[in-house]
Structures are given as structure tokens and as C-alpha cells.
């Protein structure tokens, strides 16, 4: 049986950094793999990133957003492997958007920015979680997120402030539910901190090469190749 999918979009379907890029090639082995069994995007990004992504592959929208924040599942029978447009009980919405707005305030007000310039497309459609770029100062950010009882996790691409209670596991649950299945009989592959938690309630899971320690250190499994590569290899390795 082939597992569901659940993997991970910036370090690990991209291009080698500084190159933000999704690599094409990741888009035939998406399409094709969901013709056997379904596939998640679980990422940090906005909910309307993962969203785009699954549209322009061509499969069903079905996303973990914001480190599980925002759940969507588009729901299809075996006869509608693209699903139908149907979402069963719509959009789960998880975290505290209340408090992260609060924390950007906060920020701002002692003298930071959230480093994405005057027209800041990464927080734009966030809704559950804030993010700020790495070269702003950490510290005072996971102070003022901690008067909030939120956290701080480095994604390497982002800093996020989110609740500590959400993340890609609970995302995983979530989702794995809506499509009948349990959390461990996915394959998960991801590259950093936030897809360790992911790859501690699926069933198996790879880390690409350029994967941080987190993520090396929770993996069953790691690539030799880093990247988009390493993807496209671990589904080799899956397939033999």
C-alpha cells in the first residue's frame, strides 16, 4: 500500500537556498503520487500559499497552513482522485490570532520590524500565527510572545510566533482524520523544526540533507540530497 503524503514546501520541494523557487520536477511527482494515495502540504507558509500550489499541481487542496494553524481538506471518493471541490466540514481554524497580532504590536512599538517591508506579503493572509525575518532580534521577540503565552520557533526561513500548542502534528491529526486515515500511516518529509513534530506521529519520514538538527535528529530516515533532490529521492526509496 502506498502511504498518504504529508510534506513539507520551502528546503524541501524548493531550490538550494538562496533560490526560494519550487523546483518543477517536484510538480509530475506530486500529480503522480496523488494518483495513489493522497497528499498534504503541510507548511509554515500562509494558507493561501499551499492553496495555490495544490492548484497549480493539479491535485486536491488539501493543506496544513501556518505550522497547523489552518487545516483544509478536499474531500474525493477513489472514482475523484482530484476531489470535486468538496470540504466537507470547511476550514479548521487553530492558535491565537488575537495574541500574535498583539505581539507584532508589541514589537513594532519597541522600536522593530517585521522585516518584511512596507507591503508585508508573508503576514498578509496569516491567520493564526505571526511571522518575522531572521534578521530581526530574537530575544525581544520571544519575550513579548512569551508575555502572550505564545512561542517562537525558527523555521529557517521565518521566525513564527505561535501557540504552543499548535503545530504540524496537530495538523496531521487533523487531517489524517478528515481523510480516514491515522496519523502514523502517512510518509512525512520535511527539512526543519516544525517538520519534526510532523515526523513524530507519522509512520515514516525522511529529512532531506539540508534539513536542521531538529528535524535530522526526529527523521527515520535522511537523503543524501538536499533539497527538491532529496525530495524526489526519498519518494525513489519509498517506491523500491
Not at 478536499?74 to 471541490?85: R, V
Not at 505571526?130 to 530581526?136: G, M, N, S, T
Not at 505564545?150 to 503545530?167: F, R, W
Request: net charge negative; charged share 25%.
Amino acid at each position: 500500500m502506498v502511504r498518504p503524503l504529508a510534506v513539507d514546501i520551502d528546503g524541501t520541494l524548493t531550490r538550494p537556498k538562496p533560490d526560494r523557487g519550487v523546483d518543477p520536477r517536484v510538480f509530475d511527482a506530486l500529480r503522480a503520487y496523488a494518483e495513489e494515495a493522497p497528499v498534504v502540504v503541510a507548511t509554515g507558509k500562509s494558507f493561501p500559499y499551499p492553496v495555490g500550489l495544490c492548484d497549480f499541481v493539479g491535485v486536491p487542496v488539501r493543506v496544513i497552513a501556518e505550522n497547523g494553524g489552518v487545516v483544509c481538506i478536499e474531500e474525493g471518493g477513489s472514482d475523484d482522485p482530484y476531489g470535486g471541490g468538496r470540504f466537507g466540514d470547511g476550514i479548521v481554524y487553530n492558535g491565537d490570532r488575537e495574541a500574535a497580532e498583539a505581539v507584532a504590536r508589541e514589537y513594532e512599538a519597541a522600536g522593530h520590524s517585521l522585516g518584511w517591508g512596507s507591503v508585508d506579503l508573508v503576514n498578509r493572509w496569516r491567520e493564526t500565527e505571526l511571522a518575522v525575518a531572521r534578521e530581526q532580534p530574537l530575544a525581544p521577540l520571544e519575550a513579548i510572545a512569551a508575555d502572550h503565552d505564545l512561542e517562537v520557533v525558527d523555521t529557517g526561513y521565518a521566525y513564527h510566533v505561535k501557540s504552543p500548542d499548535v503545530d504540524k502534528d496537530l495538523g496531521l491529526e487533523t487531517a489524517a482524520a478528515r481523510l480516514g486515515y491515522a496519523p502514523d500511516e502517512f510518509l512525512a518529509i520535511g527539512d526543519s523544526e516544525n517538520d519534526a513534530e510532523l515526523f513524530a506521529v507519522a509512520g515514516e519520514s525522511y529529512a532531506v540533507a539540508n534539513a536542521d538538527d531538529h528535524a535530522l535528529a526526529a527523521a527515520d530516515h535522511v537523503t543524501d540530497a538536499g533539497y527538491a533532490e532529496g525530495f524526489l529521492e526519498a519518494l525513489a526509496r519509498v517506491a523500491e
